[in-house]
């Protein structure tokens, strides 16, 4: 089963410009981590962000979390075509700490 | 420092036959998953151990899955007998504890023909 819900499911950017992810679950959770797939391969972990944190940054890409609302955004600054993968969120349930992904958003940065 | 390491990377058999896939989690993490991946979606969790304790397996199917950690590092996830429907790509991860960030290997790809 699957926790979270990936938003858009794909986007198409050219290059140098900026992809925003939205991602929106559902129950409590301890933590939340983005992951990137390129295709055929396996999940690379980009960045964990803990409940009581709002804001999170890693070179190019900028992390949020609103629990209220129970969502978070990633954002990648200045994209290039190496970003083009599968991008995946992973919450950590407060409860039971299970890592549960979303259904994920296909990227493509075009040259 | 390597990092999650899995065998074999592709493997194809037959339906009905058993398979068996092994995972070498990183170095001093306690935690391990198997997830299942099929193709254009998220993995989704089959079994996490803490150690050598599987604590959480109910996505399992426990009439032809099982799985082992034994002392608390390799692990090893097997399908017996396996289905048509079993063919997705197996991925093995580990984390310090709980709730640090998982690491992920390249994953087993299984085609069931």
């Known amino acids: 089963s699957q926790q979270g819900e990936e938003d858009p499911q794909a986007l198409s950017i050219q290059e140098g410009e900026n992809a925003t992810m939205n991602c929106s679950y559902k129950?409590?959770?301890?933590?939340l981590q983005w992951y990137r797939q390129n295709s055929g391969r396996g999940l690379v972990h980009l960045i964990l962000?803990?409940?009581?944190?709002r804001e999170k940054h890693s070179g190019r890409l900028r992390v949020t979390l609103d629990t209220s609302k129970k969502s978070s955004s990633l954002l990648i600054t200045a994209s290039r075509a190496a970003d083009t993968a599968s991008y995946f969120c992973?919450?950590?349930?407060?409860?039971?700490?299970?890592?549960?992904f979303g259904t994920g958003t296909r990227l493509q940065v075009f040259p | 420092e390597a990092g999650v390491v899995q065998s074999p990377r592709y493997k194809i058999i037959e339906k009905k036959q058993p398979v068996a896939f092994w995972c070498n989690p990183i170095?001093?993490?306690?935690?391990l998953y198997w997830y299942l991946q099929n193709l254009g979606q998220g993995p989704e969790l089959l079994i996490r151990?803490?150690?050598?304790?599987?604590?959480?397996d109910s996505q399992l199917p426990k009439d032809r899955f099982s799985a082992e950690r034994l002392k608390g590092v390799d692990s090893t996830l097997k399908i017996q007998p396996a289905e048509l429907g079993d063919s997705a790509v197996y991925l093995c991860?580990?984390?310090?504890?709980?709730?640090?960030?998982?690491?992920f290997g390249q994953g087993t790809r299984l085609t069931v023909v």
């Open positions: 991860a580990s984390s310090l504890d709980r709730t640090a960030e998982a690491f």
């Open positions: 129950t409590s959770i301890n933590n």
């Open positions: 962000i803990r409940s009581n944190e």
């Open positions: 992973a919450t950590g349930d407060y409860n039971t700490d299970k890592l549960i």
């Open positions: 170095s001093g993490h306690n935690t």
């Open positions: 151990y803490e150690n050598e304790e599987a604590v959480d």
